[in-house]
């Protein structure tokens, strides 16, 4: 290796030497003029490189020109950008997808943090996957600045010229209307587009003085208070059931209560009683409990008490010491007024006579006071199988004459009762109830014009109905008496029909939603042109359907927020992510737009782009 190295080292010098003659005279030159610049260059004093010399520079002319020749430039970012464009459009996608997923089905924001990288498990192979980054943080982003905007934005607007009906229930008078009023102001909706009220039926929500409704009243004259009529007929039951068991001594809501509470805490009780449902060939059901204030479940209780009896009672009657404690979703108020007087008669039928009945227009025209009205105590009918338990009872000694006619004694004023509660607190008769009933599309030829006539004239000063000529109204109605079913269109029919059961026979029953039959008939053209057909009547149709017939949406609304206002999401607030999931469910409710189905538009997109963007720069900016 050295041997090689002294040869490469002695041919190198060999050739340096040869060369060197004849680069003799190059090589001075070059080195003349090298000494000449070494010589003319002298040390230069450092300029200062600070904040303002940067300030200054990025002014300069200069600077601002090659700024603006670099931004014309074109990057290789070009041939690709497309692809970017569209996957990144396909990840926001779906990030905003699985945001209303959480939200439709009550998931905690925080399941969100896991989402990412699940899908990136399960879908190995997916861009879109490998690209999703959507954490809690980002959800309630794209949840609180791009969904509920949009959903609050579209209420707003549709309410600033179109009736609306306002719905509350619970808290305190003034609080209610403040916040109400607060809200009206700030989006600038008119209270003349206001129609209607739909509260419960307590002093605070619905008295004369110093109410909800005596300050909506204030600021509408016109406005129609809805109370519940469900919530009513409830109550009559109750008061029925009242006077029923003062005169027997037998409680059904508390035997209900008495008997859940009975087996609730106990594990004994439940395995004995599992005991006596396999002695009397009965499958297992746990007793169901019943809430006063959830109305609607005393119904289901009784059923599976009575489904159950035999077992109960058998339990029961084994304890050496017994115990002794023992809503549509759709536009219906043009029906309200129909059910309450078809209610009030039924009721009648069980214990007014006959020939009392037909001498009067209205059932309400009755005297409860005058007993000669009424139908003998032991004649009333209880129904086929309690008057047959009756009468085996008292045949074979068990009740003596005197409990079979306290029975019947009782069930007379269970009826009366019920009927004088319904007389005194039901709104039959209310020109509203009364007049709304010419929406029913298919019994449109038993209304008259003075019905839409009276909703015209209540509601004049609402912006829908502004330039209505009452002439030309009056022409559509009677061709909207008129109009064949085939007219409206079969596909109409089918869409808005619902059905509610069979019958005994086996027929189907059912009905037909006139929301959206009038929906149809709002779009209907004249035959040859392009004009809509019941244009002014539709109008007024909407300023009917938009009253509720109950507080059942206030109800619903609440057990929504119980759903996601938990123990373990108790820190959502009312005015944040709250009420962005309430804005998110009330508009695209997962019965009619579900979670796999909801395609949002171009403009969600966009704002849930925008919304991300800005948080980081909000929280970037409070770090700094």
Not at 186 to 197: A, E, G
Not at 237 to 265: M, P, Q, R, T
Not at 576 to 584: D, K, V
């Amino acid at each position: 290796m050295a041997t090689t190295s002294k040869r490469c080292a002695s041919s190198s010098n060999e050739e340096s030497v040869s060369d060197s003659d004849s680069d003799t005279d190059c090589e001075r030159e070059q080195n003349k003029n090298v000494s000449k610049q070494a010589k003319s260059t002298k040390p230069q004093k450092r300029k200062g490189a600070g904040l303002g010399d940067v300030k200054k520079h990025c002014c300069g002319e200069l600077h601002t020109k090659n700024v603006a020749s670099w931004k014309k430039q074109k990057t290789m970012n070009m041939f690709n950008s497309n692809k970017q464009t569209t996957l990144s459009q396909k990840v926001i996608k779906a990030e905003v997808i699985t945001t209303n997923f959480l939200v439709q089905h009550n998931l905690p924001i925080a399941t969100a943090d896991h989402l990412g990288p699940l899908f990136k498990e399960i879908f190995p192979d997916s861009k879109i996957a490998a690209s999703y980054s959507c954490g809690r943080t980002k959800t309630s982003c794209i949840l609180n600045e791009a969904l509920a905007p949009q959903c609050h934005k579209y209420i707003i607007e549709h309410c600033q010229t179109h009736p609306y009906s306002v719905g509350e229930d619970g808290a305190k008078a003034y609080k209610i209307f403040e916040a109400i009023e607060e809200t009206f102001t700030r989006d600038s909706m008119l209270w003349t587009n206001c129609v209607s009220l739909s509260i419960d039926n307590t002093n605070t929500m619905i008295g004369a003085n110093n109410s909800v409704a005596s300050r909506f009243l204030e600021m509408n004259p016109e406005l129609f208070v809805a109370g519940c009529p469900c919530h009513l007929a409830h109550i009559a039951a109750s008061h029925a059931n009242d006077a029923f068991s003062d005169i027997l001594g037998i409680n059904v809501e508390d035997i209900c209560i008495d008997c859940f509470y009975w087996f609730s805490k106990s594990s004994k009780r439940k395995g004995k009683l599992l005991e006596y449902f396999e002695l009397c060939n009965q499958d297992y059901q746990a007793v169901l409990k019943h809430l006063s204030i959830r109305w609607l479940s005393l119904q289901r209780c009784i059923d599976r008490i009575l489904k159950k009896y035999p077992s109960l009672k058998s339990y029961f009657l084994s304890e050496e010491s017994p115990d002794q404690r023992f809503q549509r979703d759709e536009p219906t108020v043009h029906v309200v007024q129909p059910a309450m007087e078809s209610l009030a008669r039924k009721l009648a039928n069980r214990i007014v006579l006959p020939r009392v009945l037909i001498d009067v227009d209205s059932v309400t025209e009755l005297d409860l006071d005058d007993e000669s009205i009424f139908i003998k105590s032991t004649s009333l009918f209880l129904g086929g199988t309690t008057k047959f338990t009756l009468n085996r009872l008292r045949n074979d000694g068990t009740i003596n004459d005197s409990d079979y006619n306290k029975v019947h004694n009782a069930a007379h004023h269970y009826f009366k009762s019920a009927l004088k509660y319904i007389f005194d607190k039901f709104p039959i008769g209310n020109d509203v109830l009364c007049n709304a009933v010419w929406v029913n599309v298919p019994k449109r030829l038993d209304t008259t014009w003075e019905s839409v006539q009276f909703f015209l004239e209540k509601f004049s000063l609402l912006t829908l109905l502004q330039g209505i000529n009452p002439d030309i109204l009056h022409e559509e109605f009677v061709d909207y008496q008129t109009l064949p079913d085939d007219a409206i269109g079969q596909g109409a029919w089918e869409e808005a029909k619902v059905v509610d059961g069979q019958d005994e026979d086996g027929n189907e029953i059912a009905h037909h939603r006139v929301d959206i039959l009038w929906w149809h008939l709002a779009h209907l053209k004249v035959p040859g042109t392009s004009q809509n057909r019941f244009k002014n009547l539709s109008k007024v149709a909407e300023i009917v359907l938009v009253i509720p017939h109950s507080n059942a949406e206030q109800e619903r609304l609440f057990s929504i927020v119980r759903k996601n206002k938990t123990d373990s999401r108790s820190n959502l607030k009312l005015d944040g992510t709250l009420s962005s999931i309430l804005a998110m469910k009330t508009t695209y409710p997962e019965s009619s737009t579900p979670c796999y189905k909801w395609k949002p538009d171009d403009e969600v997109l966009t704002n849930s782009k925008k919304s991300t963007v800005s948080y980081n720069k909000k929280h970037i900016g409070d770090a700094q």
